[in-house]
Structures are given as structure tokens and as C-alpha cells.
């Protein structure tokens, strides 16, 4: 994450409670400087270094913030050596208020706004699902899989076959009762099978979703996209 000290507390903080929550370990500068680092070598060499996914909070703190302008500078010098993504979000300011500079930079990537009012959450719910995608397509896949496909593999439990076929049954549209169905399959899932240690990430994920949204999701904001990768990577780790 970079971002201006002046944002900790209002949209950085948040964004990072969304993503703990989510399962996804974060390079945190709090959490991972102690006294007496070398701040530069270790929060820009190190965490730019080892790090896949970068989310830049961009607002007028960070244009009054020399630190965070070099940061963020690095961070798309990466892009130079090695394919990185990298997830701007826009606090309390607007595109068209951006320093031309960096309008251009930003000009070819997706973008979100946020303020005050808005929150973080959906464009956390979008980053999660960049890297499930991301994921599964790494190491299971060339092309991201559906849970149709899953209905028709011969599976050994019938139980899950029959729920996966009910959910694919499911209008499209009926987004509360898709979301149910992922619920009770995991759940069996969770009851029946254990849970598995090199996927906690996905089991967390699932748990975090049924928190914020209690199986009521009027609009899709990404919440179904992300049950349904975690349901995938968890079939294919169990079967």
C-alpha cells in the first residue's frame, strides 16, 4: 500500500481492515518497520521488491507528501522490469483534478473514487477478485473455469454435484439465492471435509463475505464473483 501519512487513519486503515479480513497479507509499513530501519531500503527496495500487487491511494496529501511521491514513482518503475498490478484509488479528489502527469500515467488503468461516504469496501471486493483470477489462472488453469464446468465433472460426492447443478439452475439475476447455495455448499464442505491449510486464504475470504453482506446482495458488487473463485479453488483443492 502507498499512501500519505495524512490518510492512515481515514481510507488507508480501512482498505487494510478489508483486506485482513479477506485473507490477503498486506506489506504494511506499521506492521512491518521497527525502530531503527532504514525506512527507504526496506518500505521502498524490499516491499516493492517482493511484492505483486500494489494498491497507490492517491489524494492531495499524497501530492504534499515527498515520500509517498517517491514511492509511488518506484512503484512504476517496476512495471519496467517485471509484470506487476498495480490498483489506484482516488480519495476525495476527482481525475480531472489530478496533476496532468499524472492523469496521464493513470490514463490506461482502471480507477476507482472513493470518499468519505462512499467506503472502501467494493473496491476491495475488486482487487480480491483480481487476485483469485489471478490465482487460479497461475496454478490450475489457462483460462479461468466456471462452476458449470464443475457440475459436469464426475465428482465423488453426489451431494455437491446436485447443489452445484441446483446452482446452476439459478436465474442470474437471483443473486441472493446464487449466494445462498455457495453458503450451504461450503459449509458442507467446511463440515464434512475439514479445512485445509494451503487454501486458509479462501476459507477466510468466504467467512468475510457472509459477515459484510449476510447473504443479502440486492446489486452484485463483486461479492458473487469472489464466492464463486473461492468455490473453485476450493473444489479443486478437495477433488
Known amino acids: 500500500m502507498c499512501f500519505s501519512s495524512g490518510d492512515r487513519y481515514t481510507v488507508a486503515k480501512s482498505c487494510l481492515y478489508h483486506l485482513k479480513n479477506f485473507g490477503i497479507n498486506v506489506w504494511y509499513d506499521y506492521h512491518e518497520l521497527i525502530l531503527g530501519d532504514g525506512k527507504k531500503e526496506k518500505n521502498f527496495e524490499y516491499a516493492i521488491k517482493n511484492n505483486q500487487y500494489f494498491l497507490i491511494l492517491y489524494s492531495n496529501n499524497l501530492f504534499k507528501s515527498p515520500c509517498a511521491i517517491e514511492e509511488e514513482k ?42 468519505d461516504t462512499k467506503g472502501t469496501l467494493s473496491s476491495i471486493n475488486q482487487i480480491v477478485t483480481k487476485i483469485l483470477i489471478d490465482k487460479i489462472n497461475k496454478t490450475m488453469y489457462d483460462k479461468t473455469p466456471t462452476l458449470s464446468n464443475y457440475s459436469k465433472k464426475n465428482l465423488s460426492d453426489d451431494y455437491i454435484k446436485q447443489l452445484l447443478d441446483t446452482y446452476n439452475h ?5 443473486f ?44 452484485n458488487h463483486k ?13 479443486d483443492t478437495i477433488f
Open 74 to 115: 518506484r512503484i512504476f518503475n517496476e512495471l519496467n522490469t517485471r509484470n506487476i498490478t498495480i490498483f489506484p484509488l482516488l480519495y476525495n479528489i476527482k481525475f480531472t483534478e489530478l496533476p496532468i502527469s499524472y492523469q496521464n500515467k493513470l490514463e490506461n488503468y482502471i480507477y476507482n473514487e472513493v470518499d
Open 170 to 174: 439459478i436465474s442470474d439475476e437471483n
Open 176 to 219: 441472493n439465492a446464487r449466494i445462498t447455495m455457495l453458503f450451504a455448499i461450503y459449509y458442507y464442505i467446511k463440515c464434512n471435509y475439514g479445512i485445509d491449510q494451503k487454501i486458509n486464504y479462501v476459507y477466510k475470504i468466504i467467512e468475510y463475505l457472509f459477515a459484510f453482506t449476510k447473504l443479502n446482495i440486492e446489486h
Open 223 to 235: 461479492e458473487l464473483i469472489i464466492a464463486e473463485l473461492s468455490m473453485i479453488i476450493l473444489l
